[in-house]
T-cell receptor
Framework: SAVISQKPSRDICQRGTSLTIQCQVDSQVTMMFWYRQQPGQSLTLIATANQGSEATYESGFVIDKFPISRPNLTFSTLTVSNMSPEDSSIYLC??????????FGNGTRLTVT | AQSVTQPDIHITVSEGASLELRCNYSYGATPYLFWYVQSPGQGLQLLLKYFSGDTLVQGIKGFEAEFKRSQSSFNLRKPSVHWSDAAEYFCAVGGGNDYKLSFGAGTTVTVRA
């Protein structure tokens, strides 16, 4: 099973700034996703990170706010732009292949002040 | 649209007692079903999965789950809980070619001595 590393593990940021979260997988994977877990809530899918093309965003999430890159089959980044306190959440990267379950990184705990 | 319902927000169980967590799903075709566990301050760890075949699946840490198509359920069980099983448990459903997962709201398990 894939091992997924996320950086940073946590950060405290000021409103109006941006933070880029990195996700590294130890093997090539077909699918990579970004999820958000707001305090005390379940996970919500932000977008599918597509290798070599623009990410596919879910309803309620837009590229200007959450730009995503995926330059190859093992790496992706999520940027949280122009942050506000409402963006304080855990952001999780997941990865997998067909017939292989999705595994998750340990998440990035973001606090916006 | 796919969705997951976890009817129990919080369950308290004595150490050594059995545990059952309920999960009901809505999905238009044959679902892929997952149970994840999240310990405080940690990411998500996959406990078990159902893709096809035997409807009783075994997972890690002594957990098992049974897929019942007629009831649209995928309940998680453990015969004897340990204090280390105290955590948040999430049921998720996905399928098709895109592997997007929809998560339930989660069930918090407290283990008392």
């Amino acid at each position: 099973s894939a091992v997924i590393s996320q950086k940073p593990s946590r950060d405290i940021c000021q409103r109006g700034t941006s933070l880029t979260i990195q996700c590294q997988v130890d093997s090539q994977v077909t699918m990579m996703f970004w999820y958000r877990q707001q305090p005390g809530q379940s996970l919500t899918l932000i977008a599918t990170a597509n290798q070599g093309s623009e990410a596919t965003y879910e309803s309620g999430f837009v590229i200007d706010k959450f730009p995503i890159s995926r330059p190859n089959l093992t790496f992706s980044t999520l940027t949280v732009s122009n942050m506000s306190p409402e963006d304080s959440s855990i952001y999780l990267c997941s990865a997998g292949d067909s017939n292989s379950p999705l595994h998750f990184g340990n998440g990035t705990r973001l606090t916006v002040t | 649209a796919q969705s997951v319902t976890q009817p129990d927000i919080h369950i308290t169980v004595s150490e050594g007692a059995s545990l059952e967590l309920r999960c009901n799903y809505s999905y238009g075709a044959t679902p892929y079903l997952f149970w994840y566990v999240q310990s405080p301050g940690q990411g998500l760890q996959l406990l078990l999965k159902y893709f096809s075949g035997d409807t009783l699946v075994q997972g890690i840490k002594g957990f098992e789950a049974e897929f019942k198509r007629s009831q649209s359920s995928f309940n998680l069980r453990k015969p004897s809980v340990h204090w280390s099983d105290a955590a948040e448990y999430f049921c998720a459903v996905g399928g098709g070619n895109d592997y997007k997962l929809s998560f339930g709201a989660g069930t918090t398990v407290t283990v008392r001595a």
